[in-house]
């Protein structure tokens, strides 16, 4: 079975940094398209950043320029870099995949667990 476990959220003070961690287990031969989104109170799950086809990458508006994401393929995990975070960037952040290949099944969005990153003013 795929787990993906999110790490790394807490509170912090606005203008500082946090670095979240996604590992993915379970068998797994590839990952494609890892990337992470955000759901605030009160409003809808958002993408934050993620790879796209070729390795390229999609940021959100909100976080270009803050956020950076990078993956470890060797090591099944990824990572989003978010720095002079705002009030505004508070929320559950969650780790996904478009596929996840195992030795047995393919696994179509898996999603972690969430991780509640709140920044204060």
């Known amino acids: 079975q795929v787990q993906l476990v999110e790490s790394g959220g807490g509170l912090v003070q606005a203008g500082e940094s946090l670095r979240l961690s996604c590992v993915a287990s379970?068998?797994?031969?590839?990952?494609?398209?890892m990337g992470w989104y955000r759901q605030a109170p009160g409003k809808q799950r958002e993408l934050v950043a993620a790879?796209?086809?070729?390795?390229?990458?999609n940021y959100a508006d909100s976080v270009k320029g803050r956020f950076t994401i990078s993956g470890d393929n060797a090591k099944n995990t990824w990572y989003l870099q978010m720095n002079s975070l705002k009030p505004e960037d508070t929320a559950v952040y969650y780790c996904?995949?478009?596929?996840?290949?195992?030795?047995?099944?393919?696994?179509?969005?898996?999603w972690g667990q969430g991780t509640q990153v709140t920044v204060s003013s």
């Open positions: 996904h995949a478009d596929r996840i290949q195992t030795i047995f099944r393919t696994i179509y969005e898996p």
């Open positions: 379970g068998n797994i031969r590839s990952i494609n398209a």
């Open positions: 790879f796209t086809t070729g390795s390229m990458t």
